[in-house]
């Protein structure tokens, strides 16, 4: 049987050494601005170094991290998710709604918001593969659908008060860091023994990469597509019960335009947009980077409109910065490599 990806040559297992250091940089890069941003916040404002504001940034960073997460997998694959913020939001009113509506148990509740979480991913991946729809017109369709029905089943408002699970979930600490954080890092870890060491997480990198070659190689791409966005839908429930635990409310109203502050967070995390290249340590530097940028906006009382505008300049300077990485940095490389492959090649007599 054919294997998953290709066997490489070794001009190919060059580049790839290559791209891998480029990541490595990239990574170093976003760790130095984070570590520099916040000693110039903390000249700025005395509350930034502070260990409350400190975890409140890391606890407000774990809901968009783990909707990151899902959305990681589906821009591997070439695709976007803009339903991430209304599945979280769904997730969130079903998981209190159904205990105080239907007066169901609260394990059930929590398991009927994760099975709705990977329905609309499911959706969303068939709508994709099956019916040929481009990603973005497909999740925006179910971004709005997701949305309403969650207003509907709500009334448009929060829902409290929520199960002690939820409370004990907000309160719970792990060797003094909260359970939220701790949670966010092992959801984190998982999916990239996933993608680093798994057949499924090579099928993913192929899929985006070169969904032609791919498919050549024996890998089910529309199967791999379809997964990916499930497994984005089902961490954005996930993040739905995170946000219940943090607002302590069934949250009808929340994450608005949540979806934008993931993909950029992802973008600036060194995933690339075209597909096929990114892993979710960057990711979480992008995520974290991304909380400073809007935790500093918030602390030197900046008009909240403009929070708006850094938060779009941030997203397109991480765009520009993938482009260029494509388009030049790693075409250089490729270049070079194959003409040192071709220079170790023994000249006709």
């Known amino acids: 049987?054919?294997?998953?990806?290709?066997?490489?040559?070794?001009?190919?297992?060059?580049?790839?050494?290559r791209l891998s250091f480029i990541d490595l940089v990239q990574s170093l890069g976003l760790m130095a601005v984070i570590l520099l941003g916040s000693l110039v916040m903390t000249t700025l404002s005395p509350v930034f170094a502070t260990v409350r504001n400190i975890e409140n940034?890391?606890?407000?960073?774990?809901?968009?991290?783990?909707?990151?997460?899902?959305?990681?997998?589906?821009?591997?694959?070439?695709?976007i998710d803009l339903s991430v913020a209304s599945v979280l939001v769904l997730s969130s009113v079903l998981s209190v709604g159904l205990v105080q509506f239907q007066g169901f148990p609260p394990e059930v509740a929590i398991v009927a918001a994760l099975v709705a979480g990977l329905g609309v991913g499911m959706?969303?991946?068939?709508?994709?593969?099956?019916?040929?729809?481009?990603?973005?017109?497909?999740?925006l369709a179910t971004m709005t659908i997701a949305r309403g029905f969650a207003y509907i089943y709500s009334g448009g408002t929060n829902i409290a008060p929520v199960p002690k699970i939820f409370v004990e979930l907000q309160a719970s600490r792990i060797f003094g860091i909260p359970g939220v954080i701790v949670l966010t890092l092992v959801l984190a870890g998982i999916a990239q023994i996933v993608l680093s060491r798994t057949r499924f997480g090579r099928s993913v990198y192929a899929t985006g990469?070169?969904?032609?070659?791919?498919r050549l190689a024996g890998i089910k791409t529309e199967r791999v597509i379809i997964v990916a966005f499930m497994i984005s839908g089902l961490m954005s429930a996930v993040a739905g019960l995170l946000i219940t635990a943090r607002f302590e409310a069934g949250a009808a109203t929340a994450a608005q335009g949540m979806e934008l502050?993931?993909?950029?967070?992802?973008?600036?995390?060194?995933?690339?947009?075209f597909g096929g290249e990114g892993n979710m340590g960057s990711m979480l530097l992008g995520v974290l980077l991304l909380g400073l940028v809007q935790n500093a906006v918030n602390l030197l009382n900046v008009p909240p409109n403009w929070d708006s505008v850094v938060s779009g300049l941030v997203i397109a300077a991480a765009a520009a910065l993938d482009v260029y990485r494509r388009n030049y940095l790693e075409a250089g490389m490729r270049k070079k490599v194959i003409a040192t492959k071709a220079g170790k090649q023994p000249k006709p007599s």
């Open 261 to 273: 502050a993931v993909i950029a967070a992802v973008v600036i995390g060194g995933v690339s947009l």
């Open 123 to 139: 959706i969303n991946g068939l709508a994709v593969t099956k019916l040929r729809i481009p990603p973005l017109i497909a999740t």
């Open 1 to 17: 049987m054919t294997d998953l990806v290709p066997r490489q040559s070794g001009g190919l297992s060059a580049l790839r050494g």
């Open 209 to 214: 990469g070169n969904p032609l070659a791919a």
């Open 57 to 79: 940034v890391l606890q407000s960073a774990t809901i968009i991290a783990v909707v990151a997460i899902g959305q990681t997998f589906v821009i591997l694959v070439s695709g």
